[in-house]
């Protein structure tokens, strides 16, 4: 495709095969777009609290209601399982909720008396127009982690979603428009390109979820203006001895669910060299278990798959366990991947220092708890992380010593709007969910009066 063609073939990730054309968005649209939420924003943000909720839980109610044709959209575009799919349609809703009533507590410092002769008072205001660039991973799921902060604080959002999951982020433009109003929420389908265009447009920040090379590209472009980045994770997990019998299994249906393409799924284990062996054996036996096709979908798309088989192949690991690929009749051209299990690996193995973004596990060696922990802090990013052990003493100090801006202990991935989620280094800043997140869409202005004008 050149660059300035206004159309793009997606195909279907379970079977390769074409499943529709869209209209990448280029500089009228991105223009258009960003003026529409432009003339939207004062009235949104002039709405009191209580009826900014009341919008934001009807949208909610909305995407319940239509919950099969978001499940539909979802798996159009990423193939995954239905009940990821539906999980999905589920936490966004209950992230919209969430927000709607986070909005309405008062989150500000305190007023009063701070001057002598002075009463001063802090009022949080929206930014204005937010340009929100979603991936495909989790194209409705991490649309709603950066809308429903943005729209809450009073914010109007342009959402342009990734090349090859458009599906979601369209249907939320047209349920946003029959609940919160029109042009509150804007979707502007399209490409890299697309996003370019939009940061250059006139909005007022910028949140994206994305590459490392691409939040670079985001802050050169969008210079002084508010940045939100969540990058790559290549996240480490630290197995000790006395890890709880589960581990293993756990491990591993984290790094298949959503076949691995998560930012914060598992990706490097790290062990004691005299728990090494058990390490490998379990999670070998704990993947032979899942099969792609039938406990997992596929990866999302032909760049991502060749990707993910350049690192396989350029892997050194001398030990590796590969499961099975199982895919539905008609779907064996899909980007099915299998999970695998890569150890006996050098500490510069590209398996190791590159974010597979796949349902991929590396084990290492360390040779005492120290060492562990220097390992998974030794890449540069520095999002989530885990660790398992079961002496309550340890497993506290490891979580403190990791550098993380998430740590789970004998658990992975499990996430909750009351929480917030951001990342270190070069897994970018700014915080998604929890009542933290409004404040990456708001701005303070200090208040100060003087009583005694006598």
């Known amino acids: 495709m050149s660059q300035n063609a206004l159309t793009q073939h997606l195909t279907d990730p379970r079977t390769g095969q074409e499943r529709l054309s869209v209209t990448v968005g280029r500089a009228a649209d991105t223009r258009a777009a960003v003026a529409a939420a432009r003339g939207a924003q004062p009235t949104w943000a002039r709405l009191t609290p209580r009826e900014r909720a009341r919008r934001l839980l009807r949208f909610a109610d909305l995407i319940e209601e239509q919950s099969a044709s978001y499940v539909l959209a979802e798996q159009a575009g990423t193939g995954k399982p239905t009940a990821e799919a539906q999980g999905e349609v589920e936490n966004c809703a ?258 190791v220092l590159e974010e597979v973004f796949g349902p991929v596990l590396t084990v290492q060696a360390a040779d005492d708890v120290e060492e562990a922990v220097a390992l998974a802090n030794s890449v540069r990013q520095a999002l989530a992380a885990s660790v398992w052990g079961s002496d309550t003493a340890t497993v506290l100090t490891v979580a403190d010593g990791l550098n993380a801006g998430e740590v789970w202990v004998n658990c992975h991935l499990d996430q909750s709007p009351e929480l917030p989620h951001g990342g270190r280094g070069s897994s970018g800043h700014g915080t998604d969910m929890s009542v933290l997140a409004l404040t990456e869409y708001q701005r303070p202005k200090t208040v100060t009066v003087r009583l005694d004008t006598h």
């Open 94 to 351: 209950d992230l919209l909720r969430f927000y709607a009533g986070a909005q309405r507590a008062d989150t500000a410092p305190a007023a009063g008396r701070r001057i002598s002769d002075r009463e001063s008072w802090v009022r949080w205001e929206p930014i204005g127009v937010v340009a929100a660039i979603v991936p495909w991973n989790y194209p409705l799921m991490m649309a709603a982690w950066r809308i429903a902060p943005a729209l809450a604080a009073g914010n109007t959002v342009v959402l342009k979603p990734a090349l090859t999951t458009p599906d979601t982020a369209l249907l939320l433009a047209r349920d946003a428009a029959r609940t919160l109003g029109p042009d509150v929420l804007v979707t502007v389908p399209g490409d890299r390109d697309t996003g370019r265009l939009l940061v250059a447009e006139d909005v007022d920040a910028v949140a994206f979820t994305g590459s490392e090379a691409g939040g670079q590209d985001v802050v050169t472009r969008a210079a002084l203006r508010r940045v939100s980045l969540e990058l790559g994770g290549n996240c480490p997990v630290l197995v000790l001895p006395d890890a709880p019998a589960d581990t293993y299994e756990a491990l591993v249906r984290a790094v298949t669910y959503n076949a691995g393409q998560s930012c914060a799924a598992p990706a490097r284990v790290i062990t004691l060299r005299e728990n090494y062996d058990r390490v490998v054996d379990g999670l070998a036996k704990a993947m032979g278990d899942r099969r792609a096709g039938v406990d997992f979908g596929p990866l999302n798309n032909a760049d991502q798959a060749a990707r993910h088989d350049r690192i396989i192949a350029s892997s050194g690991a001398g030990v590796e366990h590969v499961a099975g690929i199982a895919p539905p009749p008609g779907q064996e051209n899909g980007y099915w991947r299998p999970g695998r299990v890569l150890a006996d690996l050098a500490p510069d193995d590209p398996a």
